[in-house]
């Protein structure tokens, strides 16, 4: 890790609130705005480093886009870094979501965002697409990452499971690189989930398995466990949420649950803080507070492990082509799921001249993109407002 320079915790504090504000469009976009900030414009670190991280925290617990923002402050400056950076993307979406869950609450009805997300997602679109073409180079390094990109990509449309398609394209890397230079020894420890991890989310299970009244460390037990085992998108995460609070805990109804999964959606920053929501429907303001610090703790604890060891995995040869081969999943994962974005999000001409005047705007210019994300905004407000 280079040395933290003066100035750098600012730094980390001033970007990553910055974008805990305006990260719309889920992780794909929070990926494409961290490499739009931290490579091209302030140059913090390289695509090559920058394609690293994301293949690896690709393969820990937790939401990936929260533990690459961790993971980047901690990189820049330092363990204070860490917290503040990680903290800082948080917040700003745990207390949109605060608010709209007391509004929820006391009127029982979700409120319209419609228009502005209308002029949102496009935008989003543009700059995951800009990020994408940057990281092409960074991510796909021969014909054999390429195959394992485009495979990748490929089998995603066909449901297949996303730590599955990473594990089998490092795998996979790993055994056509050792065909060709002969010789070596296959390296675990790539998969970086802590050995201690199984024994704790069965604890965790045990003390919250027979609740059936709300109890508040019921509630933080149950956020953490999701926190410490959860992988996959905001799909998988309803999966855990229905298993844990509409089935056995009978806390929250279905309905409460997919408005509670569509409002960390329409809202910017981490998809997990619908945590926040149930916790606040279940606890009021201490819930909210509770769930969100559990079910986030874990990608700190997680990141601060994969810091120690990812800059061994990168010198040790057959760990590097796993990581390359997981890098190249990574680059396929991100394509495909741009690609499933953009079919909700373009719409009709007036959002695909939307996206592509971002990518452009993204390219030739260093406007910032905080007002690219407003000024979608206004946009998608203006234009439902006049048709």
Same mark, same amino acid.
């Given at each position: 890790m280079p040395p933290i320079q003066t100035g750098a915790l600012s730094e980390v504090a001033r970007l990553f609130f910055k974008l805990g504000l305006i990260a719309f469009g889920g992780p794909a976009a929070h990926t494409a705005m961290m490499r739009e900030e931290v490579v091209r414009r302030r140059k913090w670190t390289t695509d090559d480093e920058f394609m690293d991280l994301v293949g690896a925290t690709a393969i820990i617990p937790g939401p990936n886009s929260t533990e690459l923002a961790i993971h980047l402050s901690n990189q820049r400056a330092g363990w204070r870094g860490l917290l503040i950076g990680g903290a800082l993307f948080i917040i700003p979406a745990a207390l949109a979501v605060l608010a709209i869950a007391w509004g929820y609450k006391r009127w029982g009805e979700t409120p319209e965002l419609l228009w502005m997300l209308y002029g949102i997602k496009p935008v989003a679109i543009g700059i995951v697409a800009f990020a994408v073409l940057g990281l092409l180079r960074s991510?796909?390094?021969?014909?054999?990452?390429?195959?394992?990109?485009?495979? &990748?990509?490929? +089998?995603?449309?066909?449901?297949?499971? !996303? %730590? #599955?398609?990473? =594990? @089998?394209? *490092?795998?996979?890397?790993?055994?056509?690189?050792?065909?060709?230079?002969?010789?070596?020894?296959?390296?675990?420890?790539?998969?970086?989930?802590?050995?201690?991890?199984?024994?704790?989310?069965?604890?965790?299970?045990?003390?919250?398995?027979?609740?059936?009244?709300?109890?508040?460390?019921?509630?933080?037990?149950?956020?953490?466990?999701?926190?410490?085992?959860?992988?996959?998108?905001?799909?998988?995460?309803?999966?855990?949420?229905?298993?844990?609070? &509409?089935?056995? +805990?009978?806390?929250?109804?279905?309905? !409460? %649950? #997919?408005?509670? =999964? @569509?409002? *960390?959606?329409?809202?910017?920053?981490?998809?997990?803080?619908?945590?926040?929501?149930?916790g606040y429907l279940e606890g009021s303001w201490y819930g909210a507070l509770l769930a969100t610090v559990a079910i986030f703790l874990p990608s700190f604890l997680f990141v601060a492990l994969l810091g120690k060891i990812l800059p061994i995995v990168q010198r040790t040869p057959w760990a590097r082509a796993a990581l390359d081969g997981v890098n190249a999943a990574s680059f396929g994962l991100m394509a495909a799921v741009s690609v499933r974005l953009a079919d909700s999000a373009v719409v009709d001409p007036f959002t695909g001249v939307m996206a592509g005047g971002t990518f452009l705007i993204v390219w030739k210019t260093s406007v910032n993109l905080a007002w690219i994300v407003l000024g979608g905004a206004l946009l998608g407000v203006a234009y439902k407002n006049i048709i």
């Amino acid at each position: 890790m280079p040395p933290i320079q003066t100035g750098a915790l600012s730094e980390v504090a001033r970007l990553f609130f910055k974008l805990g504000l305006i990260a719309f469009g889920g992780p794909a976009a929070h990926t494409a705005m961290m490499r739009e900030e931290v490579v091209r414009r302030r140059k913090w670190t390289t695509d090559d480093e920058f394609m690293d991280l994301v293949g690896a925290t690709a393969i820990i617990p937790g939401p990936n886009s929260t533990e690459l923002a961790i993971h980047l402050s901690n990189q820049r400056a330092g363990w204070r870094g860490l917290l503040i950076g990680g903290a800082l993307f948080i917040i700003p979406a745990a207390l949109a979501v605060l608010a709209i869950a007391w509004g929820y609450k006391r009127w029982g009805e979700t409120p319209e965002l419609l228009w502005m997300l209308y002029g949102i997602k496009p935008v989003a679109i543009g700059i995951v697409a800009f990020a994408v073409l940057g990281l092409l180079r960074s991510a796909i390094k021969g014909p054999a990452t390429g195959v394992v990109g485009v495979g &990748v990509a490929v +089998l995603f449309f066909f449901g297949v499971n !996303e %730590l #599955l398609l990473l =594990v @089998a394209g *490092g795998l996979l890397i790993v055994i056509i690189r050792r065909q060709i230079f002969g010789g070596g020894r296959f390296t675990t420890g790539l998969i970086v989930v802590p050995p201690f991890a199984a024994p704790i989310v069965g604890s965790f299970q045990m003390a919250v398995s027979t609740a059936s009244e709300y109890s508040a460390l019921t509630l933080f037990l149950t956020f953490l466990k999701i926190g410490a085992i959860l992988y996959g998108s905001g799909y998988v995460l309803f999966a855990y949420l229905n298993v844990d609070f &509409v089935e056995r +805990l009978r806390w929250t109804s279905e309905q !409460e %649950l #997919l408005d509670a =999964v @569509a409002i *960390g959606q329409i809202t910017p920053g981490p998809v997990f803080t619908t945590a926040t929501f149930i916790g606040y429907l279940e606890g009021s303001w201490y819930g909210a507070l509770l769930a969100t610090v559990a079910i986030f703790l874990p990608s700190f604890l997680f990141v601060a492990l994969l810091g120690k060891i990812l800059p061994i995995v990168q010198r040790t040869p057959w760990a590097r082509a796993a990581l390359d081969g997981v890098n190249a999943a990574s680059f396929g994962l991100m394509a495909a799921v741009s690609v499933r974005l953009a079919d909700s999000a373009v719409v009709d001409p007036f959002t695909g001249v939307m996206a592509g005047g971002t990518f452009l705007i993204v390219w030739k210019t260093s406007v910032n993109l905080a007002w690219i994300v407003l000024g979608g905004a206004l946009l998608g407000v203006a234009y439902k407002n006049i048709i």
